[in-house]
Structure formats: structure tokens, C-alpha cells
């Protein structure tokens, strides 16, 4: 079966293909249907591997699947081939297990979009991307499917280019925030391959690591390389300082704030520090400084979604906050910790974004929480769902997102107990304003009352993906239960084997988890729901954070004032001085001197012989004068 993987990579692709060019012939249900099929049947595929790695010994879980030969010059050999292994596996699953959902969410929720067909071709065309990214056994493969995901997330965003409102501006700028910003990162990338073929000679993951493992890479190459890859990642998977282009991401239709700004795209460079795991020991450095931006990261963007009012902003923030945490992960080699909350996280972000969306279905397009509150007796199953989430979210205990969280944190703990206070406070943070999300769009008295009343709950295309996540968010945690470790234990062929901290530590940060999330639960309650006094006390106390943290801490006003301005000033410089008086002046000023040379010439030539017999004997004059004195 493993020889058949290419299946992955070729249902997405005809699914493109098929809509792409026979689309307008088909109903929209047809189109969202084959584009549905196809990204399940990947997952069915994607399922077979699994089965078929099971089957295998641990030792023999990596097989390589060469496709064809794809570039050969001088020394440089690269195939197209695809890496089967459990890391490799697993990130297709969720791909597409997760992804074949919001695509059939995406059937009824877009369905009356002008732009149905090109939605669901831009959408089977990530799918292809994000599986070369995660299946490729190559730093150029990978780099391809990099850049793919890149291209589609730009579509993808700007999706309504021809749209602007007060929160975003105009969406296509949005989609060129996020381009730019990721360019920055893909040319740490580009560095870090030309780093490890000058070093290694060879771009294939196996090769690399082999070498790097027998001493072949120095640390200070090392070093560079991965914080080479750290750029790269800090691009892709919003980390400070390039975060800032995923909030205004959420300029895209819902379906795509689920699947590449939560679940998939935005997981692509915590994926690629995870492989490559056996660089990052040899770089204790880089890793170091992954695990301060991760820490940083999480706790700045907990803090700014304590005050959005905008209910996409706050998951946007969020799911910065929680890739935050991912990095916190690698960063102190919490690999299989981290790769188990990358697909926690998968479950129940991509659940509170549909469910968001659903309320935004059912309030034709709002998403301001001022104006909402109520919404529990009209829309009962997104109510039950977007609970589901919260408390994954939250990490309270037993859900997903408790033991996922738990387990980065303990790895925190082993590492740097500054860094895992660090990290605890950001889940208490967490719980606050996931509940303050959840309170204030479901609970209390309606802040509008005429949007309320015709509030609606969303159709069946739309909740039942919604009861799958919810019920995926609740159990996935059995895949990796503290002292058993299963999904942990079956990703070591990958990301090396687990290091069973001790009991006492493992213990002690399992009830710190508890009471945390639990103290954020009722900090939540007392806030938005009794307003206690104490709860108004705590705000006014903390009154002069308010500024900060609406304006999320000043990010995009120093980007505007140190980089965008002074390039828009440059820019208009040149566009209005040096182009049109330089350039355009140094072309029109050769042509004008060429026109009156020519005129000059122009006027010689008037026919008459004494003017001919003056010019010879000039010319005569001028060859002497050159042979006798120069």
C-alpha cells in the first residue's frame, strides 16, 4: 500500500483540475462535491498508511517513495520522491481529516459566493500543497510545497479582493500583508538550504541527518542553519516579530480561517523544526532562543485577546497564542508534545472557527460580541459545539487541549522553570478569554436585541462537521494519555524517543494544570457572567493595560513607522523624482540628443556641391590634423 502514496498528492491535484476546467458546467453541488471526494478520498488514503506503518517493526517505519527524477546539475542530485513515516503520516491525517470537513462545511456556507468554483480550486490546491510540504524527503521538496501553501494562502485571504470594510481595510491588502510578510521568512529558508548543501552536499532529509548525526556539520553551521529555519517558521507559523499578518488573515472567508490559519498552513514551520530535530541538537542555541519566541509569542497574544471585540480577532490572536506554545515546544525538544498539540489544536480551532462562522451564518455577518449575547436558545448546536471547543481550548481538564498543553508545559518545566511560569500564566490567560468568547457571544441578555431576534440556527451541511470536531476535540486526548504516550511513543521512529521525565515533576505539573485552567474557568465567570466586585475591581486596576493591549501592543504602528512609511516614502521618491526625471530624463534626453544630431546631419545634405566639396575637405583637414599631432 505504501507504494501507492502518490494517491495523496493525486486526488487534491484532479480535484483541482476537474473543477478548474469543467466547472462551469457543473452545479454547484457537483463542484463542491468532487472537491469534497477528493480531498476524503486522500484521507482514506492517508488512513491505508496508517494501517500499513502499524504493520510494520518500529525500526522499519520510514520508507521512501521515489517518484521520478526531477533535477540533476553537477553534483546536485534531487528526486521526487515522498517520505512515509509516522510524523509524515500523522500531518497528512489531519490535513486532510480535518480539511475534508471544512470542505464540506465550505458547501453551504459559500453557496451563494459568485466565486463558488474558483473557492473550491483554490482550496483542493492547498490541500496539494500542505501534503508536499508534509510528505516530501527533501529540503527542495519541502521548499516547493512551502511556497505553494504561501501562493495559496494569498488567493485564499484576498479571496473578496473587491471588498473593504472599517475592520480590515481592503481585503486584497490583507492577502498582500500576508505574502510579504512570509516572503521574509521563506528567505531565511532559502538560506538554510544553500547553508546545508555547502556544508553536506545534499538536500535529501535522510542524507542530512546522517551526516549532521556523524559529526560532518560544525556547531557554529549548525547554529546558522537553524536559526536560518526559525526565520523560516517564524514567517509561516506567526511568531514575534512576523506574526502580525494572521489577524488581518481573517479578511477570508471563515472555511479559510479554519483550515490554513488554524488547523494546517500556519502548523507548517513547527512541522518543518520537528523533522528537523537532529540539526536542533546540535544548534542548544537556536533552540534556546525558539523556545523565547514561542514563550513571548503565546503570552503577548493571550494578553491581546483579552480585549478584541471582533470574534474571528480573538481566535485569530489565539491561534497565534497556541502556535506560540507549539514553539515553546520544539524549542525545548518537547517534540511528540508539540506535534500532539499541533493536532489537538487542528481539532478544536478548526471547531471554533466553524462555529464562529455559523454564527456569523446566523447573524447574517456579524461578528461584533458587543451586539451579541443570547444565542444559546437560538442556536443550540453551535452553542453545544463552540462549548466543545472552548473547553479544549481552555485546557480544562481531560479535554485535548488540557493534556496537549500539559505536556509542552512539563517539557517547559524540565527545561527552564522561567519559561514554564511563563507558560502557565499564558494558560490561565487562555481560559480567560476563551470563556469571556464563549460568555459573551451564548450567555447574558442580548446587547442587540433586533439582531438577536432573527438570529437562525445554521443547516445540517454546516453543524454536522461541527458535531464531528466537537466529538473529535472531546476524545483525541486518548491519543496520548500521560504514562501511556501512544501517539508519542509511535512518532519516535521520526523525532527520536521520549524522555520519561520524574513522576513527581510530571505530577506536579498535571495538578498546576488543573487549577490554572479552573482558576481561568471561574476568573472568566466572575467577569463577564456575576461581574463581581472583585472582577470590577480587577479591571479598573488593570485600566492602563487596556491601550496596550487594544492597539496589540503597538506592532503594526511601529512596522507603519519604521518600515512601511519610510519604503512608501522611498517609493514615492523614486516614483515621483528619480524615475520620471532620471531615468525616464536620462532615455528621453539620449533620444533627444540623437534627434537633433540627426537634424544637424539632416541639414548637410541639401544637394548642392559646394556644400559636398566643403565637407570633403574638412573631413581631409581633420585626417591630417589627426596624423601629423596626435
Not at 533535477?71 to 481529516?97: C, E, H, N, R, Y
Not at 523556545?291 to 497565534?320: E, P, R
Request: overall charge neutral; proline content about 3%.
Amino acid at each position: 500500500m505504501i507504494q501507492f502514496a502518490w494517491l495523496l498528492l493525486a486526488f487534491p491535484a484532479a480535484g483541482a483540475l476537474i473543477n478548474l476546467f469543467f466547472g462551469r458546467r457543473l452545479s454547484k453541488n457537483a463542484i463542491g462535491a468532487i472537491a469534497s471526494g477528493a480531498v476524503i478520498g486522500a484521507f482514506a488514503v492517508a488512513v491505508m498508511l496508517l494501517v500499513a506503518l502499524l504493520g510494520l517493526p518500529a525500526e522499519e517505519r520510514a520508507v521512501t517513495v521515489t517518484l521520478w527524477q526531477w533535477i540533476t546539475v553537477g553534483t546536485l542530485d534531487i528526486k521526487a520522491a515522498l517520505l512515509i513515516d509516522p510524523l509524515s503520516v500523522v500531518m497528512a491525517l489531519v490535513v486532510t481529516g480535518v480539511g475534508g470537513l471544512i470542505h464540506v462545511y465550505a458547501i453551504s456556507y459559500m453557496h451563494d459566493d459568485a466565486m463558488f468554483q474558483r473557492f473550491f480550486v483554490y482550496l483542493n490546491f492547498f490541500i496539494f500543497s500542505m501534503l508536499i510540504l508534509v510528505l516530501s524527503d527533501s529540503f527542495a521538496g519541502m521548499f516547493v510545497g512551502w511556497e505553494g501553501v504561501g501562493l495559496a494562502s494569498y488567493l485564499l485571504i484576498g479571496f473578496w479582493f473587491d471588498r473593504k470594510d472599517d475592520l480590515y481595510g481592503w481585503y486584497a491588502d490583507a492577502g498582500k500583508k500576508a505574502f510579504i510578510v512570509n516572503r521574509i521568512g521563506d528567505f531565511g529558508m532559502l538560506v538554510a538550504m544553500m547553508a546545508i548543501w555547502a556544508a553536506l552536499g545534499t538536500l535529501t532529509f535522510h542524507d542530512v541527518f546522517a551526516q549532521a548525526e556523524a559529526g560532518m556539520l560544525a556547531a557554529g553551521t549548525a547554529t546558522l542553519i537553524c536559526l536560518m529555519l526559525l526565520l523560516g517558521a517564524t514567517g509561516k507559523s506567526a511568531q514575534i516579530p512576523l506574526f502580525v499578518w494572521l489577524p488581518d488573515a481573517m479578511a477570508g472567508p471563515t472555511p479559510v480561517s479554519a483550515l490554513i490559519h488554524a488547523a494546517t498552513m500556519v502548523t507548517a514551520g513547527i512541522y518543518m523544526i520537528a523533522r528537523t530535530q537532529p540539526l536542533w541538537h546540535l544548534a542548544p542555541d537556536a533552540s534556546t532562543v525558539a523556545a523565547w519566541i514561542g514563550a513571548l509569542t503565546a503570552l503577548m497574544a493571550a494578553s491581546v485577546a483579552l480585549v478584541q471585540t471582533d470574534l474571528k480577532k480573538v481566535l485569530a490572536y489565539s491561534t497565534v497564542s497556541q502556535l506560540g506554545y507549539m514553539m515553546l515546544g520544539v524549542g525545548v525538544a518537547a517534540y511528540g508534545a508539540s506535534i500532539f498539540h499541533l493536532l489537538t489544536h487542528a481539532v478544536f480551532k478548526a471547531l471554533l472557527f466553524l462555529a464562529a462562522g455559523s454564527v456569523m451564518h446566523g447573524l447574517h455577518g456579524e461578528t461584533d460580541m458587543r451586539k451579541m449575547g443570547g444565542l444559546k436558545a437560538k442556536m443550540p448546536a453551535t452553542y453545544w459545539t463552540f462549548l466543545a471547543g472552548t473547553i479544549a481550548l481552555a485546557g480544562i481538564p481531560l479535554t485535548s487541549g488540557f493534556l496537549s498543553k500539559d505536556g509542552i508545559l512539563l517539557g517547559a518545566l524540565v527545561h527552564s522553570p522561567v519559561l514554564y511560569v511563563v507558560g502557565l500564566f499564558t494558560a490561565l490567560l487562555t481560559a480567560i478569554y476563551a470563556f469571556r468568547m464563549f460568555f459573551l457571544v451564548f450567555h447574558g441578555e442580548p446587547r442587540d436585541k433586533k439582531l438577536i431576534d432573527h438570529a437562525h440556527e445554521s443547516p445540517r451541511l454546516i453543524t454536522w462537521p461541527l458535531w464531528i470536531l466537537a466529538g473529535l476535540s472531546l476524545v483525541d486526548s486518548l491519543l496520548n494519555l500521560p504514562f501511556i504516550l501512544t501517539l508519542e511513543k509511535f512518532l519516535e521512529p521520526a523525532l527520536g524517543a521520549h524522555e520519561e521525565p520524574a513522576l513527581t515533576l510530571e505530577l506536579l505539573a498535571l495538578a498546576l494544570s488543573v487549577v490554572i485552567s479552573l482558576l481561568g474557568l471561574a476568573m472568566a465567570y466572575g467577569l463577564y457572567m456575576r461581574r463581581d466586585g472583585w472582577a470590577q475591581n480587577l479591571k479598573k486596576s488593570l485600566s492602563f493595560m487596556q491601550g496596550p493591549l487594544e492597539n496589540k501592543w503597538y506592532f503594526d504602528e511601529v512596522y507603519n513607522t519604521a518600515v512601511v512609511n519610510p519604503l512608501k516614502a522611498i517609493g514615492g521618491w523614486f516614483t515621483s523624482f528619480f524615475d520620471p526625471r532620471v531615468i525616464d530624463g536620462a532615455v528621453n534626453g539620449v533620444a533627444h540628443g540623437t534627434s537633433r544630431l540627426g537634424e544637424y546631419a539632416r541639414r548637410l545634405q541639401n544637394g548642392y556641391v559646394p556644400t559636398y566639396a566643403l565637407s570633403i575637405l574638412v573631413g581631409v583637414a581633420a585626417v591630417v590634423v589627426y596624423f601629423l599631432f596626435i
